[in-house]
Nanobody
Framework: QVQLVESGGGLVQAGGSLRLSCVAS????????MGWFRQAPGKERECVASISWTGRTTVYADSVKGRFTISRDNAKNTVYLRMNSLKSEDTAIYYC?????????????????WGQGTQVTVSS
Protein backbone atom coordinates (compact mmCIF):
# COMPACT_ATOMS: atom_id res chain seq x y z
CA GLN A 1 0.00 0.00 0.00
CA VAL A 2 1.36 3.39 -1.00
CA GLN A 3 1.64 5.93 1.78
CA LEU A 4 2.69 9.56 1.67
CA VAL A 5 3.37 11.36 4.93
CA GLU A 6 3.90 15.11 4.98
CA SER A 7 5.56 17.10 7.73
CA GLY A 8 7.01 20.53 8.33
CA GLY A 9 3.92 22.70 8.32
CA GLY A 10 3.21 25.27 10.97
CA LEU A 11 2.66 28.91 11.82
CA VAL A 12 5.12 31.44 10.42
CA GLN A 13 5.19 35.20 10.04
CA ALA A 14 4.97 36.80 6.63
CA GLY A 15 8.39 36.90 5.03
CA GLY A 16 9.47 33.75 6.82
CA SER A 17 10.36 30.32 5.52
CA LEU A 18 9.30 26.72 5.94
CA ARG A 19 10.41 23.43 4.48
CA LEU A 20 7.84 20.71 3.91
CA SER A 21 8.84 17.08 3.58
CA CYS A 22 6.94 14.11 2.25
CA VAL A 23 8.15 10.56 2.76
CA ALA A 24 6.77 7.91 0.43
CA SER A 25 6.52 4.17 0.86
CA UNK A 26 4.87 1.26 -0.88
CA UNK A 27 6.22 1.63 -4.41
CA UNK A 28 9.40 2.55 -6.22
CA UNK A 29 9.58 6.24 -5.43
CA UNK A 30 12.16 7.06 -8.08
CA UNK A 31 9.88 5.90 -10.92
CA UNK A 32 7.26 8.57 -10.42
CA UNK A 33 6.82 12.31 -10.58
CA MET A 34 5.84 14.07 -7.37
CA GLY A 35 3.81 17.17 -6.79
CA TRP A 36 2.88 19.59 -4.05
CA PHE A 37 -0.67 20.92 -4.02
CA ARG A 38 -2.46 23.28 -1.70
CA GLN A 39 -6.03 24.12 -0.84
CA ALA A 40 -7.17 27.16 1.06
CA PRO A 41 -10.66 27.47 2.59
CA GLY A 42 -13.22 28.24 -0.08
CA LYS A 43 -10.71 27.83 -2.89
CA GLU A 44 -9.96 25.11 -5.38
CA ARG A 45 -6.96 22.86 -4.96
CA GLU A 46 -3.99 24.07 -6.98
CA CYS A 47 -0.66 22.58 -7.87
CA VAL A 48 2.17 24.74 -6.59
CA ALA A 49 5.06 22.62 -7.86
CA SER A 50 5.88 19.34 -9.55
CA ILE A 51 9.09 17.45 -10.17
CA SER A 52 9.94 14.69 -12.60
CA TRP A 53 11.21 11.27 -11.55
CA THR A 54 14.84 12.28 -12.09
CA GLY A 55 14.42 15.66 -10.47
CA ARG A 56 15.71 17.39 -13.59
CA THR A 57 12.39 18.97 -14.57
CA THR A 58 10.33 21.16 -12.28
CA VAL A 59 7.20 23.20 -12.83
CA TYR A 60 5.85 25.96 -10.60
CA ALA A 61 2.66 27.92 -10.30
CA ASP A 62 3.16 31.56 -11.22
CA SER A 63 2.13 32.58 -7.72
CA VAL A 64 5.14 30.83 -6.15
CA LYS A 65 7.85 31.15 -8.79
CA GLY A 66 11.05 32.49 -7.33
CA ARG A 67 9.88 31.80 -3.77
CA PHE A 68 9.26 28.04 -3.62
CA THR A 69 11.65 25.24 -4.58
CA ILE A 70 10.71 21.61 -5.04
CA SER A 71 13.37 18.94 -4.77
CA ARG A 72 13.63 15.23 -4.19
CA ASP A 73 16.01 12.70 -2.71
CA ASN A 74 15.30 9.36 -4.32
CA ALA A 75 17.63 7.58 -1.91
CA LYS A 76 15.43 8.75 0.96
CA ASN A 77 12.08 8.41 -0.83
CA THR A 78 11.45 12.02 0.06
CA VAL A 79 10.24 15.12 -1.75
CA TYR A 80 10.68 18.59 -0.30
CA LEU A 81 9.11 21.99 -0.75
CA ARG A 82 11.20 24.90 0.40
CA MET A 83 9.03 27.97 0.85
CA ASN A 84 10.64 31.38 1.24
CA SER A 85 9.21 34.89 1.48
CA LEU A 86 5.91 33.48 2.63
CA LYS A 87 2.79 35.58 2.23
CA SER A 88 -0.58 35.43 3.96
CA GLU A 89 -2.08 34.13 0.72
CA ASP A 90 0.13 31.05 1.00
CA THR A 91 -1.97 29.91 3.96
CA ALA A 92 -3.48 26.54 3.07
CA ILE A 93 -3.31 22.83 3.65
CA TYR A 94 -0.42 21.46 1.60
CA TYR A 95 -0.56 17.98 0.14
CA CYS A 96 2.06 15.91 -1.59
CA UNK A 97 1.04 13.54 -4.33
CA UNK A 98 2.63 10.78 -6.37
CA UNK A 99 2.18 10.81 -10.11
CA UNK A 100 0.97 8.09 -12.42
CA UNK A 101 4.03 8.61 -14.62
CA UNK A 102 7.56 9.91 -14.26
CA UNK A 103 6.80 13.23 -15.91
CA UNK A 104 5.95 16.20 -13.75
CA UNK A 105 2.57 17.78 -14.30
CA UNK A 106 0.26 20.27 -12.63
CA UNK A 107 -2.79 18.16 -13.54
CA UNK A 108 -4.20 16.71 -10.32
CA UNK A 109 -5.88 13.96 -12.35
CA UNK A 110 -2.45 12.52 -13.14
CA UNK A 111 -1.65 11.83 -9.49
CA UNK A 112 -2.96 8.68 -7.91
CA UNK A 113 -1.76 8.78 -4.33
CA TRP A 114 -2.08 11.64 -1.87
CA GLY A 115 -0.85 12.46 1.60
CA GLN A 116 -3.06 13.58 4.45
CA GLY A 117 -1.89 17.18 4.25
CA THR A 118 -0.04 19.58 6.52
CA GLN A 119 -1.32 23.00 7.55
CA VAL A 120 0.69 26.09 6.70
CA THR A 121 -0.46 29.33 8.26
CA VAL A 122 1.23 32.63 7.46
CA SER A 123 0.44 35.52 9.74
CA SER A 124 0.65 39.05 8.43
Amino acid sequence: QVQLVESGGGLVQAGGSLRLSCVASGRTFSNYAMGWFRQAPGKERECVASISWTGRTTVYADSVKGRFTISRDNAKNTVYLRMNSLKSEDTAIYYCASGTTGWGTTDAGLYDYWGQGTQVTVSS
